[in-house]
């Protein structure tokens, strides 16, 4: 079964604008959610990541919401660009086990 | 971060013949690999794990005789494919875990299109 569930499939913002991707998640014994960015033609590239100690990680323009009651978490990309556009996985994991991987968002930045 | 280094990006190749694809992992030692397929638009499919020195564990539907995994040691791992058909044509993505870091976090190779004419 789908362990991480991701909305929403594509997304298109403009420039300047907050993206806001979702993921949900059902095993309670995850405990790393990173976010991955993939560009055409290449592998995935780490983003940013959280464990569920905490409510909020930011990065630059990048932040992590975590809701642990509700077994969410999101992705905001602040100021959007055209450079953002990528596919992003959302993913979870606990110690010494496989990732598992949301089905992905596909984001499109109209400049 | 830590790099992963995947080779080759690209390969084309006749039906019936075997390709094999290396994952590296350049600054860290990588005890545990992923081998994800990846189809156009879609998430990623993990196909085995493989730990050092050990037999890789297959997911259910990946034939282990068809995707023949290598992991000899803690920097490189190997898929080979074997007998290809068109149908094995798709996007092939390695990852490390870096177990010297906390054992969490994962790097991909850049990936490797294989195309079976």
């Known amino acids: 079964q789908q362990q991480v569930k991701q909305s929403p499939q594509s997304l298109i913002v403009q420039k300047g604008g907050i993206s806001i991707i979702n993921c949900a998640y059902e095993n309670t014994a995850f405990d790393y959610f990173p976010w991955y960015q993939q560009f055409p033609g290449k592998g995935p590239a780490l983003l940013i990541a959280i464990r569920p100690d905490v409510s909020e990680k930011k990065e630059g323009r990048f932040t992590i919401s975590f809701n642990k009651s509700a077994k969410q978490f999101s992705l905001h990309i602040m100021d959007s660009q055209p450079g953002d556009s990528a596919t992003y996985f959302c993913a979870a994991t606990y110690t010494g086990n496989q990732f598992y991987f949301g089905t992905g968002t596909s984001l499109t930045v109209i400049p | 971060g830590a790099v992963v280094s995947q080779h080759p990006s690209r390969v084309i190749c006749k039906s019936g013949t075997s390709v094999k694809i290396e994952c590296r992992s350049l600054?860290?030692?990588?005890?545990?690999m992923f081998w994800y397929r990846q189809f156009p638009k879609k998430s990623l499919m993990l196909m085995a794990t493989?730990?050092?020195?050990?037999?890789?564990?297959?997911e259910q539907g990946v034939e282990k005789d068809k995707f023949l995994i290598n992991h000899a040691s803690l920097t490189l791992s190997t898929l080979t494919v074997t007998s290809a058909h068109p149908e094995d044509s798709s996007f092939y993505i390695c990852?490390?875990?870096?177990?010297?870091?906390?054992?969490?976090?994962?790097?991909f190779g850049s990936g490797t299109q294989l195309s079976v004419l």
């Open positions: 600054d860290f030692q990588a005890t545990t």
């Open positions: 990852s490390a875990r870096d177990g010297g870091r906390g054992n969490e976090k994962l790097f």
């Open positions: 493989s730990n050092e020195g050990s037999k890789a564990t297959y």
